[in-house]
């Protein structure tokens, strides 16, 4: 018998975030958590720190994938650390991996990962980032969660 596999969400955002979107990260990363799903994000700070140890403390898989080559750069909420050594590239792994993505604030970083996610085909949910067409606007952490949700399983 074969070991189920882990079902991932991307969750991206601003990686100094504080405030409401890193309070949003977090509790997304618990919702994920407890319906079962892990989170893989860019595995450094702010809303990739928050929605981490969200999933972590949910007892969900935290997974990082990490711009440089050094695993010691990562978050202390990830349990697996991917060291890329890609750069900015390292982006399209982190939506690539994920079934979905969801945005929390962040700047060109955040939306680059956007539209890398987009062109794969992967359903987006924005929470207080960039207004894009065929991206809903979530209007708090459990309504982006459900609407992602909603996106994976029509």
């Known amino acids: 018998m074969a070991i189920p596999r882990a079902r991932l969400v991307s969750v991206i955002g601003a990686g100094n975030a504080s405030g409401p979107p890193w309070q949003w990260a977090h509790v997304v990363g618990r919702l994920l958590a407890l319906q079962g799903y892990g989170v893989v994000c860019g595995g450094l700070g702010g809303v990739m720190e928050a929605a981490a140890m ?3 403390q949910a007892g969900g898989l935290s997974v990082g994938i990490l ?3 050094d695993p010691d750069q990562a978050n202390p909420w990830c349990r697996v650390v991917i060291p890329s050594g890609l750069g900015q590239a390292r982006n399209v792994l982190v ?3 994920g079934l979905g993505v969801i945005a929390i604030s962040g700047g060109g970083g ?3 990962e956007i539209g890398h996610a987009l062109k794969l085909g992967r ?3 924005g929470l207080g ?3 894009l067409p065929g991206v ?3 209007a708090g952490p459990e309504e982006a969660v459900e609407l992602l949700l909603d996106r994976l399983h029509p």
Request: one cysteine or more; a negative charge.
């Open 54 to 56: 969200g999933c972590a």
């Open 67 to 69: 711009p440089g080559s």
């Open 136 to 138: 809903p606007e979530a």
């Open 110 to 112: 955040t939306l680059s």
């Open 95 to 97: 939506v690539q991996t």
């Open 123 to 125: 359903p987006v949910v």
């Open 129 to 131: 980032t960039w207004e």
